[in-house]
């Protein structure tokens, strides 16, 4: 009991020993400086990387349309290939502007497991209604068509590429106002973190008179529940239906070639933020076997391509397969909900991934 006392004692005065799962013991920080840290390292930058690679993409798109040339249409793709990798490293966070004004489902409408936005985009394209093609008018239908998604599949046909011509105009049309959604959109959820009282201010002022966060606590239990909702991602959407004899398709940017750069940017970025959080210094000493196998988890995670390979070549690439990566990220999650957490004082409750 009196250890337990002493400890509570430490996180409440808060410090900082330990800073990444590399770095050695140090005391615990505070909650306010979990939170703090975790903003200011990861998650804003984060959001303001994905708000500048969309920046550029509606031009993109357009200069494709108007000359079809394969050195703008490598541009293009160059442009998507940077802004898949930028969303990926927020894709999990399932709080704050982007869970705000439906931003998650208008940039990304997946998984889709019914086939809504190919069937979606399909009736809009034979439709060829052109007051979907009037600015601020796409934002008003469907989600699926909307986003990143239906962006790909426009902007990888074969069948129908775009470019010039009479028979291209609507799906150019089309591609363009998806992609200036996508710019508008992600601005929109960078400035929601960013502008006065915006989502940074609230999570880093708590108070009474704060709608969503009383207490440093709360807002450091947003932040560790989007690490647990983060690994529940990866297993359950991003490694698990791979493990289905029955699966052929419908993984994260298949139609680009992109899955493995979608799983190996997600699972850096949740990486860090764990990192930045420095959830492990609240552990006591005797707990080192609980930082030992995170750290070794983490590298298995990360030393994987999410399809069954390894991320790289090179000699130390060896990674787990599908089964031990699925098993090993649902350890991961359970040793940071029932060690990790609790000793840092926090209790984060059922997320909304939980009974799916």
């Not at 394209?125 to 469907?142: M, Y």
């Not at 989502?199 to 450091?220: C, F, I, Q």
């Not at 699972?267 to 990192?275: I, K, N, R, T």
């Not at 090179?314 to 999650?333: F, Q, T």
Request: glycine letters at 10%; hydrophobic letters at 45%.
């Amino acid at each position: 009991m009196r250890r337990r006392y002493l400890f509570a004692v430490v996180i409440l005065l808060g410090g900082s020993l330990f800073t990444s799962t590399t770095a050695g013991a140090t005391d615990p920080q505070s909650h306010f400086a979990l939170v703090n840290a975790a903003l200011t390292k990861h998650i804003v930058p984060r959001m303001t990387a994905f708000r500048d690679a969309a920046e550029a993409l509606p031009s993109q798109v357009a200069s494709v349309c108007e000359t079809g040339e394969d050195a703008e249409r490598e541009e293009l793709f160059g442009r998507f290939h940077r802004i898949v990798k930028a969303w990926a490293g927020i894709w999990f966070l399932r709080f704050g502007p982007l869970e705000q004004s439906i931003r998650r489902e208008r940039l990304s409408f997946w998984p889709d497991p019914r086939g809504v936005m190919a069937r979606q985009l399909r009736e809009a394209l034979a439709a060829k209604d052109p007051a979907l093609l009037v600015p601020g008018a796409l934002r008003k239908t469907s989600a699926a068509i909307q986003g990143l998604p239906a962006l790909e599949a426009l902007i990888t046909s074969k069948e129908a590429p775009l470019g010039p011509g009479e028979d291209a105009a609507f799906r150019c049309g089309l591609a363009v106002a998806i992609a200036a959604n996508i710019d508008q959109t992600a601005r929109e959820a960078a400035d929601g973190w960013l502008s006065d009282g915006g989502w940074k201010d609230k999570m880093l002022r708590p108070g009474s008179d704060n709608d969503t966060y009383r207490e440093p606590s709360e807002s450091a239990n947003e932040i560790m529940k989007s690490i647990l909702t983060g690994l529940q991602l990866t297993g359950d959407v991003l490694v698990k239906p791979r493990l289905d004899p029955k699966f052929a398709s419908g993984g994260a940017f298949e139609k680009s070639g992109l899955s493995k750069d979608f799983y190996m940017a997600s699972v850096a970025s949740l990486s860090e933020l764990y990192d930045a959080t420095a959830i492990e210094s609240y552990l006591p000493e005797d707990k080192d076997w609980a930082r030992n196998w995170a750290g070794g988890t983490w590298r298995a995670i990360k030393a994987s391509d999410g399809l069954g390979g390894a991320a790289s070549s090179g000699a130390n690439a060896g990674a787990p397969s599908l089964k031990e990566l699925l098993a090993r990220i649902s350890g991961l999650r359970q040793l940071v909900s029932k060690e990790m957490i609790p000793a840092a004082g926090l209790t984060v409750g059922f997320n909304e991934l939980d009974g799916d």
